[in-house]
């Protein structure tokens, strides 16, 4: 079985701090990989997309993937009590195209 | 406003009864699936579908039933035959170019 491994958490962070969120995943063959914020008793939002190696920046939000560690991670600069939530990883399957969820990481953020 | 909507944002269901689910897209994606998100839990695949009249069981697919007889609409069926659907269910539908998945937002189903 595949699988996508992320800490549940919570992980507590002071407002303004650098939040650093992680996810290991199994399937050598997924070469997509995303990030979703999802509030309570909300649907998930997509936040970041990565595809390459190396890192991504979008705003306040940076992803890193490494492919030979099998590793992603999604920095959160100027962490704010809005970003308190659940951040879910996810890889899209190498074989089936299916996307494969992590359990997610809650996120508080302190003011 | 393109998007995924998603009704009832509510529903109740008493034992022994089928309900169904709707999920509309406009945004012209050929994917849908439906996922089924419990408390404190990840989500997990319940069908998908990838063209029009044609989808697949996904991991929980026991006791759900799905149609996709237009590329805007997969609706969902909870049969009788789920003996725990009390849960939030999501549907998503993919870009054809990145493969982004976006998701709806959401029912919560109840069981009385």
């Known amino acids: 079985q595949k699988e996508v491994e992320q800490n549940s958490g919570p992980l507590s962070v002071p407002e303004g701090a650098i939040a650093s969120l992680n996810c290991t995943y199994s399937?050598?063959?997924?070469?997509?990989f995303f990030w979703y914020r999802q509030y309570s008793g909300k649907s998930p939002e997509l936040i970041m997309s990565?595809?390459?190696?190396g890192d991504k920046e979008d705003g306040r939000f940076t992803a890193q993937l490494n492919k030979a560690s099998q590793y992603v991670s999604l920095l959160i600069r100027d962490s704010q009590p809005s970003d308190s939530a659940t951040y879910l990883c996810a890889a899209r399957s190498g074989n089936t195209g299916k996307l494969i969820f992590g359990q997610g990481t809650t996120l508080q953020v302190k003011p | 406003d393109g998007g995924i909507t998603q009704s009832p944002k509510y529903l109740f269901r008493k034992e022994g009864q089928n309900v169904t689910l709707s999920c509309e897209q406009n945004l012209n994606h050929d994917a849908m699936y439906w996922y089924r998100q419990d408390p404190g839990q990840g989500l997990r695949l319940i069908y998908y579908?990838?063209?029009?009249?044609?989808?697949q069981k996904g991991d929980i697919a026991e006791g759900y039933s799905v149609s996709r007889e237009k590329k805007e609409s997969f609706p969902l069926t909870v049969t009788s035959a789920q003996k725990n659907p009390t849960a939030f269910y999501l549907c998503?539908?993919?870009?054809?170019?990145?493969?982004?998945?976006?998701f709806g937002p959401g029912t919560r189903l109840t069981v009385l």
């Open positions: 579908s990838q063209i029009v009249n044609d989808f």
């Open positions: 399937d050598r063959g997924s070469q997509s």
């Open positions: 998503a539908s993919t870009t054809g170019g990145t493969n982004e998945q976006f």
């Open positions: 990565i595809y390459s190696n």
